[in-house]
């Protein structure tokens, strides 16, 4: 979460705490009549124009809005997705109180320090996530999951993503959405249905929820999933974060386990997205150790980075191949 919290800019004047001077050096607006302490490597054009990340901005709106109810990526942000997708998106402000000023999302992009204020539903659940601000409402998980669909498929919202055979730019951004709300939510399946109900599509929500992995713990690890979704011959099945005890060496300096970011125990295939850290330290050592620890038992390892993703076609030869392999070895042994 943000360390700056937002502040009433004339509650703040008043306080005598900082002088008109130092206010306008040392501060910016996060939301009409409310500023924050300005970032060192502050810069206006930074989050789609926003200035400043979405969760800053819930809470300034929040401040001068107390009625109102968080919705869509500012919920999302509260909750604690951890993504920039959310950063360039309008605060969404639920409220029954009426408001002559109300703006549209084409207009709250034009004026990045105000949001976009919508009637309040009602019977709406919503919970408290921020000890920050410990009486903010924001909606529930489901809902704002759905609400931030809504904006991809509506062409509203949206980040850059890998080509996948067989999907659309937009199903790939869907399935990232859910699968990251999912690690960072105590949101379920059946809670994304019903409250995609009369918003998205049945059997487009569907379709999602069968694409989607609880497990994935990454964009990147998504896209990846994606790319072989459909590779492993029946019955197998991918499953994500699968732990496979190693045969323990201390002297070697790595962990006696391992858990690969996809695989098929079954036929002991591993599959593991690299990011940046892999080549940082010790940790190419260890993964190293790790992979010829795998091809001892017997398994089939394939590392991936980012460069890899961006050929998906050559990306699913290599695994094609690797199944085909282990196939091969499960009938010898058996």
């Known amino acids: 979460m943000p360390k700056n919290l937002p502040v009433i800019r004339a509650e703040f004047r008043e306080s005598g705490t900082v002088t008109d001077w130092a206010l306008r050096r040392d501060y910016v607006q996060a939301a009409p009549g409310v500023v ?18 979405i969760v800053t901005r819930v809470w300034a709106n929040h401040l001068i ?8 990526w500012g919920a999302i942000g509260a ?7 959310a950063d360039s998106a309008p605060v969404l402000l639920l409220s029954g109180v009426t408001n002559t000023g109300r703006l549209t999302s084409k207009h709250a992009a034009e004026t990045p320090r105000r949001p976009v204020i919508r009637p309040l539903p009602p019977d709406l659940e919503t919970c408290t996530p921020c000890p920050e601000f410990p009486e903010m409402k924001v909606v529930v998980p489901s809902v704002a999951l759905v609400q931030c669909l809504w904006t991809v498929f509506t062409g509203r919202h949206s980040w850059w993503a890998h080509d ?6 937009v199903d790939v951004m869907a399935v990232q959405l859910i699968d990251a709300v999912v690690q960072c ?23 999602l929820l069968d694409l989607a992995d609880d497990g994935a713990q990454s964009p990147m690890e998504t896209t990846m999933r994606l790319i072989v ?10 499953q994500s974060q699968v732990r496979v005890d190693l045969l323990p060496d201390a002297a070697a300096g ?9 695989g098929c125990p079954e036929l ?3 599959l593991y997205y690299d990011g940046g850290h892999h080549s940082e330290g010790t940790q190419t050592e260890v993964d190293f150790n790790q992979f010829h620890a795998l091809r001892d038992l017997g398994w089939e390892v394939i590392r991936f980075n980012k460069e890899h993703l961006r050929d998906p076609e050559a990306m699913r030869v290599l695994v094609d191949k690797a199944i085909s392999r282990a196939r091969g070895n499960l009938r010898a042994a058996g």
């Open 254 to 262: 790595w962990t006696p386990k391992t858990l690969p970011d996809l």
């Open 185 to 207: 939510t105590w949101v379920t399946r059946e809670e994304i249905r019903s409250s995609a109900a009369g918003v998205i599509d049945r059997a487009t929500v569907a379709g």
């Open 164 to 169: 996948v055979p067989g999907l659309t730019w």
């Open 65 to 72: 809005r107390p009625d109102a109810v968080i919705g869509g």
């Open 229 to 238: 979704r459909d590779l492993l011959p029946e019955p197998y099945r991918w």
């Open 268 to 270: 002991k295939i591993a």
């Open 36 to 53: 924050v302490l300005k970032p060192g490597d502050y810069d206006a054009s930074a989050f789609g124009g926003f200035g400043l990340d």
């Open 79 to 85: 909750l604690g997705l951890r993504r920039d997708w």
